[in-house]
């Protein structure tokens, strides 16, 4: 008994690390954010661009700071950035550690094929635009899930 028991808890190790794709971390002096190593990260004035080899998408990070935008104006500038004309009810907001407030956009550009989910992290005048942009034909499986754990990793520092 106890050598099944043993052999199935190593299987299920063997299933578990099987599914973990080793991840670098890029950092700046404001934020952290992991992602798949083996994907390119370049850096276009301040803009950071992550993506994996065969360009089928991109995580980007923007960062202002002294940027006057109130917080009753987020929402309209996170959907006038895609013109989508979605209601403002759409994207959702929340507090978040740190103080700054939290807010999430998902939108589907049917006429590039693209699937878009953005999280704009704001404090007072800093704001953080991060996003993924996906070719909607990929946006499945394996894509879905490392675009997504890596905008999730994503960690503002101050």
């Not at 998902?106 to 005048?125: H, R, S």
């Not at 034909?137 to 905008?151: A, D, H, M, T, V």
Request: hydrophobic share 30%; proline share 3%.
């Amino acid at each position: 008994m106890k050598n099944i028991f043993g052999a199935f808890l190593l299987f299920v190790a063997g299933l578990m690390y099987a599914q973990t794709v080793p991840t670098k971390v890029y950092e700046n002096d404001h934020y952290s954010i992991s992602y798949p190593e083996g994907w390119k990260l370049t850096n276009d004035s301040d803009i950071i661009n992550i993506f994996p080899g065969n360009e089928i998408g991109a995580v980007t990070i923007s960062e202002y700071h002294d940027l006057n935008l109130p917080k009753t104006e987020t929402k309209k500038f996170i959907i006038d950035l895609y013109k989508s004309g979605d209601d403002e009810s759409k994207v959702k907001s929340r507090g978040s550690k740190k103080g700054y407030t939290e807010y999430l956009y998902e939108y589907a550009d049917e006429k590039n094929k693209l699937f878009w989910v953005t999280k704009v992290f704001q404090k007072g005048k800093d704001l953080y635009l991060v996003s993924i942009n996906c070719e909607q034909k990929y946006w499945n499986g394996n894509y879905s899930k490392l675009f997504s754990e890596s905008l999730n990793s994503f960690s503002v520092k101050k």
